[in-house]
């Protein structure tokens, strides 16, 4: 970082460690990325279902379906987020962070002093009501900070949602290494660093997280995304390294302290590269006022229109009643604008590309979330050790981030170039996601690693490309509810392909071993019949998205971000007349001392 003052266009030590510029620090665009990425960081608290839901089913006594209808009122919660969308629709994103953070905390509370046994035993459907209302604690926080990022970087939402997602996905690593470091070897205080960890971030960076005027010329200065990119893949193998050796070498507990440490420095460096945009942008400031240009104004001739005749005036219409407005709204339901254009929620809701989608994904997500919730019970029947159960957990959590950056930046990347639909990368991953199912289903010896790897890929990887593809065909003037809406078929493939298959049939299987017993179920047949059935469902749902890849072809043919460029030049007319903007010549003197005329446009 440049600081030496001078002709080299440095800044001063002195004009960096002010109160004004950190004000300008705090108050920036990137400075409300980096708020967005630790806030999504501490979200993922559902996706460590695995860690403790042992001691749920030792201490409350549950059967392996009543705990995964736990977990299917856990992912309910967590992807129910319509009334966080509607809330968002109309108040600011603090109010849906501070809503977010009181249900976080009461909700997992509640569970961490049931387990502990502070509290009475409570019923069953107490604990599903605790845990839905803390795990949709998760919809507030994207609600609130992923979608606002969204709004203010429309041309680059891919690349927003992979980096954000992609930190969700790694805060399960994040919490057992946070929680190894707080607490020791102690599953139970997980769901109390569940409680309050999230609660306190939000709140901290509660006022950072905004909607920002849009600015095409700012907004298209990807090279921070980037920079965020590679410490993210830094977050990652370090949580890789960490978890690989932590299998084989007994820790300390200074040593998970050291560890944790050195996480959070990391979780930190993105302030780095948000000072650095800071500085430029301050030097680039201080440059503008260096020389002094001669500006001369040249004021384009207006010829004055003639006044219109006058019209006759208007007779006045009848005012429509309520069952022609009715009748009105359900015409305009099934009348949706051009793709691409902003669609009211209705007319989303009931269109055909919303519908497809919506299925593809209940049969996708629906899949790879009941063998993430699994993993324990999967490993344990396979007669892995404890210690390789956690490394799957892991293992997941990791490429659950790698699957949610790669297929956001890549899916940009290819989509600017060579105009790739975002569709056909989402058919891709579900075939992909068949091959970790199948693996599970036939149980081959140590495949479990493999299956994990491939099962957190293709979890992370669908939920960039699902909210990028709403956000496209369906406009982002309601994207705040849509995109909780597209989230709400997580919960309802959960309860079909967990509840309903995998955890009926484990049970079942159960019996079988154990005289007629609820107890755990050993052995490759667990859970084979149940992921051939998920296989199938899922290979079902990829074909069913080639009809999205079919209708959208034009449409993702077509650069479908032009409008935004549009609108930010449209913003430099005069917004009061609606007039051309007058031309301005500045002449300044370059370094060969020859004068150079430039044209500016300026508001009248």
């Known amino acids: 970082m440049v600081v030496a003052g001078g002709m080299d266009g440095g800044l001063p030590m002195g004009q960096i460690l002010t109160p004004r510029f950190a004000v300008q620090v705090v108050r920036s665009r990137w400075f409300m990325v980096f708020a967005c990425l630790l806030i999504m960081s501490a979200a993922g608290g559902t996706y460590i279902f695995s860690i403790y839901s042992k001691d749920l089913k030792s201490a409350l006594g549950y059967n392996q379906q009543t705990l995964n209808t736990l977990s299917f009122f856990k992912d309910l919660g967590a992807n129910v987020g319509v009334l966080s969308g509607l809330i968002n629709e109309v108040t600011p994103p603090w109010v849906v962070l501070i809503i977010g953070s009181a249900m976080n905390l009461f909700g997992y509370l509640m569970i961490y002093l049931a387990i502990t046994g502070r509290i009475a035993a409570p019923k069953v459907w107490m604990m599903c009501l605790y845990i839905c209302i803390g795990s949709n604690s998760q919809s507030f926080a994207n609600t609130g900070a992923l979608v606002t990022c969204v709004k203010n970087f429309p041309e680059s939402r891919g690349t927003v949602l992979g980096l954000l997602k992609g930190f969700v996905g790694l805060s399960g690593v994040i919490f057992t290494q946070l929680y190894l470091a707080i607490y020791g070897n102690d599953s139970k205080s997980v ?11 939000s709140i901290i960076f509660v006022h950072t997280i905004r909607i920002i005027p849009y600015n095409s010329s700012q907004a298209k200065n990807t090279k921070p995304f980037f920079c965020f990119l590679y410490i993210s893949i830094g977050l990652a193998v370090f949580l890789l ?17 050291i560890s944790a440490f050195i996480l959070t420095l990391i979780l930190f460096l993105p302030l780095a590269v948000v000072i650095k945009e800071e500085v430029k942008s301050l030097i680039e400031t201080n440059k503008s006022f260096e020389t002094s240009p001669t500006i001369t104004i040249e004021k384009t001739p207006t010829v004055p229109n003639p006044l219109p005749p006058p019209s006759p005036s208007p007779s006045p219409k009848p005012k429509p009643n309520s069952s022609s407005k009715m009748t009105s709204c359900i015409t305009n339901m099934f009348k949706p604008p051009a793709m691409g254009d902003d669609y009211s929620i209705l007319q989303a809701l009931v269109s055909i590309d919303m ?7 209940i049969c996708g997500v629906g899949g790879t979330l009941t063998a993430i919730d699994n993993m324990g019970q999967i490993g344990q029947s396979l007669r892995y050790p404890a210690k390789s159960i956690n490394t799957f957990v892991s293992l997941i959590s990791i490429w659950n981030y790698a699957g949610r950056v790669t297929s956001g930046y890549v899916s940009e990347i290819v989509l600017s170039k060579y105009k790739f639909p975002r569709p056909l990368a989402l058919t ?21 690693y493999l299956a994990s790897v491939i099962i957190g890929f293709t979890f992370g990887a669908q939920w960039p490309l699902l909210f990028a593809i709403i956000s496209e065909v369906f406009g982002l003037k309601y994207y705040s509810t849509l995109y909780n809406f597209g989230s709400v078929a997580s919960p309802i493939g959960l309860y079909i392909l967990n509840v309903r298959v995998t955890g009926y049939l484990y049970d079942v299987e159960a019996r079988k071993q154990n005289g007629g017993k609820d107890l755990t179920c050993m052995g490759v047949q667990c859970f084979k019949l149940s992921f051939i059935i998920i296989t199938a469902v899922t290979a079902f749902g990829a074909m069913v998205s080639l009809l999205l890849v079919w209708r959208t072809r034009k449409f993702y043919s077509s650069d479908i971000y032009a409008k935004f460029r549009e609108s930010s030049e449209a913003v430099e007319m005069d917004s009061s007349t609606g007039m051309a903007p007058e031309r301005v010549n500045v002449e300044k003197m370059d370094e060969n001392g020859v004068t150079a005329k430039k044209q500016k446009e300026v508001g009248q």
């Open 191 to 201: 769901v109390l660093l569940i409680a309050w960890l999230p609660a306190a971030v």
């Open 241 to 257: 390294i960490m978890t690989v050796v932590q299998n084989f070498v007994q820790f300390s507990h200074s040593s998970h302290a």
């Open 428 to 448: 891709l991953v579900l075939l992909l996601s068949c091959v970790g199912h199948l693996l599970i289903a036939f149980g081959v010896p140590q495949s479990l």
């Open 355 to 361: 519908i497809i989608l919506f299925f593809a994904t």
